[in-house]
């Protein structure tokens, strides 16, 4: 592939959601103050629709001088991304912000904005368009952890992402510019000769990869850069927190995988330890810690922060197996997570937003319809077979199995047994405690995207084949 | 022939329908024609028995076996149920059936004043009565077995009757349990021949006795005769059934069961498995000399050990209870020189005489309105007339008074240890001569206690009356059993007509005479027993009515003695130092310390430290964004000098 041929086809779907995003925006800007939130939400819908349609038939290939790429694992990522944002908008539809006025129109705009950096991160074939995208990405992000200007859990969420983010990001930056300094190139076939080359790597290098592994840890909350998940979670309002736990996650996974199995795939030795060590201490942390937490949204933060812990095992891996392993974990993954957060966003009472786990007691009798597909989604999150999270965890303990990392294979297996206690409370609560005061009727978009999530949660088994194909191909487009 | 065959298979058969008919469906049918059907399908059994019997007896007693059906076939081994057509099994048949119609008829008034249905009980008599027919009809050991377990959980179930009681509940679990040790052995054994002959059919073992007469059997490096090791294990296994010696603990407590379950279970039938098995396997026992020297040993041992605890025990059924054990060990003492037909011939008469005293005793206890302690009773001969006579009958044949069908027996086996030249068959000898003696005290010790003296409570005298008709039928047949059994079967038996009788249901090696020589002893030999009986009737006469003072006195100058047999020997106290405090402190142990402590502490440990670890997990987020932002720094330093370190 040549660096000097444009092919600016390859990013067809980012142009055409970009676009959107300017249209939708400007759209917005035309209609009366506060009422261009329902239009905006469908337009974005729609691009989201169009943009993954296009994702799917996008050619494979380098574009833009080197700087971009789209392959098989570009395009399993920005499926999932995309579905991410989607149900996050879709989620945002019905919420409404604690003096019951719809969120601000801009809301979606933003989701889609980030949801084009997430993308791009996914597609960048340098080290500058991986910081672009994740910049585009994070202070998308940003914005909507504070959009809720009067409370001031949200502004404090905002204000505490924005500033951990900004040190991350320059952790990341000065990683990048490290690795440029030893290597020579921000390109990533450039990266790959020279790393290869170096019969040892040299220590600057290796100083840069851990930067960067950093920078992308606290975008996937890893331990032990994960401090600002709870707080930011709990104080976001629940559509932002409901995408701030898919998209970017995943585009962080597609960073992570990029990165490191393509250019430093060579080092492996050298960084599979560091993502062992994180992985660990995600999985036990994100076991331990989420115990005692009586608020919901904090406790899918310490969900997330596990389950990333999980994910990571694959990558620790360093292998197809490994990546491919990761792949349906994040799918499982999104599956289930969508659905929760569908149910947390339906959990109001006369109107208002309650987040406490207590609110749920009696759900099981007041709506067991909702109640079943929570609880589907909490067994999912344990690993209980034949549920979606059972054939992620699997994949990821045998990949990792088949690498030897049996230490990492036990403190998972151990932090499930932990983690399933506070899934399982939740459907202890919703069953067995005395019923609260019964909570509103769900709006029908999120009967919808809870419903679907719960579905596709239960029959994961059966599209588990294509699934696998898909992601083994993806796995395979990345390792060249 | 097919006749015979045909009655017999009724016989073995029918009682289980009557079991099966009254137990499942007496909710439905009704209390009284539970006990119609239990008892009708009994007494059509004790006619095709007795019909069987007397058509066996005319053709001289042919063998033949009645495939029934198969049961396991597994690669070399074979199992069918096949009843078994021979003297020993058609006699034991009409035995059984006869006591326990006898005693089906008798607990009609005996249960008469229970509060519930009593359909229960009958078929658990029919059941226990079914299972005793498939022992001894039995055609291989597996069949044996089946009915030997079937009779452990027919007594489990018929002691524990009154599961209301605490007693009688802990006396099933303990019949239950010792049988289970014995039964461990028995099935060892079993298992043994199996090994050694590739069969467990009676025919096929038997004829191959011969070939493997010296095969060696080696355990921890000794090496033992593969028949002594068989035959031992299977004495073992017998001694936990018939209560002997060491395993016999059990027995006097079984007698918390209704009175009608003493008679027929642990008096007339389930107890005589032992010997039975005993006299089934002589083709073996008679190959295994020194197992039969122990068994001459527990034997002698356990008849004289239960007529000394007979001797002071307080209660009616106890007495008789350890009279029960002490009969058993003249059998086995029998068995062990070799004399397995005097064995059987007493295990008939005592069946007669000892159901006899057994339902006598419940007609006391009845009559007294369940009073069992003979100090309390007294004075009773002219309330319960029959009941006295019977009474009368039964001990005068227990110990072994001419002409009573116990004369015949008893002296018989004493003969016969004279006569043997086994060692300690004359210890056997002196012990059995002492017990006749001791037999005979404490018989008419009971006697005296109950029916003359002085009644203790005038008012239960008072009140005391004979037993129905329904009860006193049964009395009158077995009496009738316990007078005339000797002198018309001594004959066939041990008699002239032995060995046409026997034909070959029981063998005695060529070498042993036992069975020619017993009658040639002196006069005086055998006159003793006769002696020795009639000193202990005296002695209990002028211990118990002409001089009623005379044994508080004697029990005060002998303390130790007294308290000694009062407490049985201590075995049971012994048992339980031995054997349950240890078992229960394990379990203790096990109980407090592996399962609550370890099984059920450790996964609580493990919770308070997730608890505590989620705690503390917990407090480092502290909504501090300059912790959050040192974490985070402190987390890159250490990954930086892990990746230029490692």
Not at chain 2, 356 to 378: K, P, T, W, Y
Request: with cysteine; net charge neutral; proline share 4%.
């Amino acid at each position: 592939m040549s660096v000097t041929v444009f092919n600016w086809t390859v990013a067809l779907p980012e142009i055409v959601l970009a676009l959107s995003g300017i249209v939708i925006l400007v759209a917005g800007v035309l209609q009366r103050k506060g009422e261009g939130f329902f239009l905006a939400a469908i337009l974005s819908l729609a691009a989201f629709l169009v943009s993954g349609f296009l994702v799917v038939l996008s050619p494979s290939g380098a574009g833009y001088a080197g700087t971009f790429v789209n392959d098989g694992f570009a395009r399993f990522m920005k499926v999932l991304i995309l579905a991410g944002g989607f149900v996050a908008v879709a989620l945002s539809v019905s919420y409404r912000t604690p003096d019951r006025r719809p969120l601000p129109f801009e809301t979606p705009v933003l989701m889609l904005f980030s949801t084009l950096g997430a993308m791009l991160m996914a597609s960048s074939a340098n080290l500058m368009t991986l910081f672009v995208g994740l910049e585009l990405s994070s202070l998308s992000i940003y914005i909507l952890c504070a959009l809720e200007r009067d409370n001031v859990l949200s502004s404090e969420a905002g204000m505490k992402y924005f500033i951990l983010g900004s040190l991350a990001s320059g952790l990341l930056l000065y990683g990048i510019s490290l690795v440029y300094g030893y290597a020579g190139t921000m390109e990533y076939t450039g990266l790959v000769d020279a790393v290869r080359a170096a019969v040892m790597p040299p220590m600057g290098l290796v100083v840069g990869i851990v930067f960067i592994v950093v920078g992308l840890c606290f975008k996937l909350s890893a331990v032990p850069f994960h401090m600002w998940t709870p707080d930011v979670y709990q104080g976001a309002p629940t559509p932002v927190t409901a995408y701030m736990a898919g998209a970017p996650k995943f585009a962080a996974f597609a960073l992570f995988l990029r990165v490191m199995a393509g250019p430093f795939g060579s080092v492996a030795p050298r960084w599979q330890i560091l993502v062992e060590a994180v992985s660990v201490l995600s999985m036990v942390y994100g076991a331990f810690a989420a115990i005692p937490q009586t608020n919901i949204k904090r406790l899918m933060a310490y969900s997330s922060i596990g389950h990333m812990g999980y994910a990571m095992m694959g990558l620790a891996a360093a292998s197809t197996a490994g990546t491919q392993a990761t792949l349906v974990y994040l799918a499982a993954y999104f599956v289930m997570n969508a659905g929760v957060f569908a149910g947390i966003t339906a959990m109001r009472r006369n109107g208002r937003e309650v987040n406490s786990i207590a609110d749920l007691a009696g759900l099981g009798r007041s709506d067991p319809a909702m109640a079943l597909a929570l609880a589907v989604f909490m067994f999912s999150m344990v690993g209980a077979p034949p549920l979606a999270g059972f054939f992620g965890k699997f994949m990821v303990f045998a990949a990792a199995w088949q690498s030897g990392l049996y230490v990492l294979v036990c403190v998972g297996a151990l932090s499930s047994i932990v983690g399933a206690y506070y899934y399982l409370r939740v459907v202890k609560v919703m069953y067995f405690d005395a019923p609260a005061h019964v909570l509103d009727r769900p709006a029908p978009s999120l009967l919808f995207v809870s419903g679907g999530m719960g579905v596709a949660t239960v029959v994961f088994a059966v599209v588990l084949g294509p699934i696998m194909s898909v992601a083994h191909q993806a796995a395979l487009a990345l390792a060249g | 022939m097919q006749t015979e065959l045909t009655l017999f298979s009724v016989a073995v058969l029918t009682p289980l329908a009557g079991a099966v008919v009254a137990g499942l469906g007496g909710r439905f049918m009704g209390d009284t024609l539970a006990k119609v059907v239990a008892i009708a399908c009994m007494a059509v059994a004790a006619l095709c028995s007795m019909g069987a019997l007397c058509n066996a007896w005319l053709e001289g007693f042919p063998h033949a076996a009645v495939p029934l059906a198969q049961w396991v076939h597994a690669g070399g081994f074979d199992a069918t149920w096949t009843l078994r057509f021979d003297t020993l099994s058609v006699t034991m048949t009409a035995m059984v059936l006869t006591v326990s119609l006898l005693v089906h008829c008798y607990s009609i008034g005996y249960m008469s004043h229970e509060s519930m249905p009593t359909y229960r009980f009958f078929s658990y008599l029919s059941l226990f009565t079914f299972a005793m027919l498939m022992l001894v009809s039995s055609n291989d050991l597996i069949q044996l077995f089946f009915g030997w377990e079937g009779v452990g959980l027919a007594s489990y179930l018929l002691i524990g009757y009154w599961y209301d009681r605490p007693a009688a509940t802990a006396a099933a679990i303990k019949a239950f349990v010792v049988n289970r040790v014995a039964d461990l052995f028995f099935i060892v054994g079993i298992g043994l021949i199996y090994v050694l002959f590739h069969s467990v059919q009676y025919d096929t073992i038997f004829s191959a006795v011969p070939e493997v007469l010296n095969a060696p059997y080696s355990l921890c490096g000794v090496s033992f005769r593969m028949l002594e090791v068989i035959c031992f294990l299977l004495f073992v296994g017998a001694m936990g059934k018939s209560a002997q010696l060491f395993l016999h603990t059990w027995l006097p407590d079984a007698m918390e069961g209704p009175t009608p379950v003493s008679a027929l279970i642990h008096a007339a039938t389930m107890v005589t498995a032992g010997v039975f098995l005993m006299a089934r396997m002589s083709p073996l026992l008679e190959f295994a000399p020194g197992t039969r020297t122990f068994v001459i040993l527990i034997g002698a041992t356990t008849c004289f050990f239960a007529a000394t605890v007979g001797m002071v025990q307080p209660d009616i059924k106890r007495t008789i209870a350890y009279s029960t054990c002490s009969q058993l060990g003249y059998m086995f003492a029998a068995v062990g020189v070799g004399a397995y037909q005097a064995a059987v011939f007493h295990l008939t008469t005592h069946a007669f005489f000892k159901a006899l005293l057994f339902l006598a005793a419940g007609s006391v206890i009845h009559a007294m309105h369940d009073e069992q302690n003979m100090f309390r009773m007294g004075g009773l001969w002219k309330k319960l007339p029959v009941t006295y006579v019977v009474m009368w009958l039964g001990s005068l044949a227990l110990a072994g008074v001419y002409p009573f069908a116990g004369y015949w027996s008893k002296d018989a086996i004493l003969n016969a240890l004279w006569a043997s030249d086994a060692s300690y068959s004359h210890y056997a000898w002196a012990m059995g001569s002492i017990t006749a003696f001791l037999t005979a005290f404490y018989s008419w010790r009971l006697l005296f206690l109950v029916f003359h003296g002085k009644p203790h409570d005038d008012h239960a005298r008072d009140h005391a009356h004979e037993s129905p008709a329904v009860m006193i039928v049964p009395l009158l047949v077995l009496s009738v059993g316990a007078v005339v059994a000797g002198v018309v079967l001594a004959p066939f038996y041990i008699g002239a007509h032995q060995s046409a009788f026997w034909n070959g249901a029981i063998v005695n090696a060529p070498a042993n005479h036992i069975m020619e020589v017993f009658e040639h002893v002196p006069a005086l030999i055998a006159l003793l027993p006769s002696l020795a009986g009639l000193a202990g009737i005296a002695l209990a006469f002028v211990l118990y009515v002409s001089a009623p003072q005379m044994p508080a006195a004697l029990a005060r100058s002998f303390g130790p003695i007294y308290r000694f047999l009062l407490n049985k020997w201590y075995f049971d106290e012994l048992y339980d130092r031995i054997f349950v405090r240890p078992y229960a402190a394990l379990a203790r142990v096990l109980w407090k310390g592996a399962d609550e402590g370890v099984v059920e502490g450790l996964p609580l440990d493990i919770v308070r430290a997730t608890q505590d670890g989620a705690l503390q997990a917990v407090r480092l987020q502290s909504g501090s964004i300059a912790i959050y932002a040192f974490t985070m720094l402190a987390g890159l330093v250490v990954l930086l000098t892990v990746a230029l370190c490692g």
